[in-house]
């Protein structure tokens, strides 16, 4: 920049130096992470500590006695709403695979879906080998 009379700048035998500190130890990143895992897992064992006194074991109800007449459990006829969805799904695919299979066309129909994309190729192959031979023929 420019002079100013109005800014004073130092001399350069004005000039001062900084010392910096000389660090004795340098900082190991090691182990401030390895306190902070311990105080970690400090908190994961009082944790546990306190799960573990506060689950209880559950009371067995024992019954006196049972009918004869009703044999069945009705603990049995309960199923995850996972299982119960599937069993559903089953039973609406059979029910649509039955309502379509009945008729010949459907049964026609079923074995083209069975069909394999090879079976196919093949299939098309022999008609036009059939047709090549059919045109080439030669009438007297």
Known sequence: MGLCGSK???MPSQTTTVATKARTKPIN???VKSKQELRHKEKKD???KTQ????????VQRKEGSKLTDTSDPSKNKVSPKEAARL???KRFQ?????????ELGKKLAQE???SHKTR???EAEKKHAERERENMIYD
């Open 29 to 31: 990143r090691d182990t």
């Open 52 to 59: 573990l006194k506060s689950t209880t074991v559950p009371v």
């Open 8 to 10: 004073t700048q130092p």
């Open 46 to 48: 009082k944790k546990k």
């Open 95 to 103: 029910e649509t695979n039955e309502k379509y299979n009945k008729g």
């Open 88 to 90: 559903a799904a089953e």
């Open 121 to 123: 190729l093949m299939e």
């Open 113 to 115: 879906r069975a069909k």
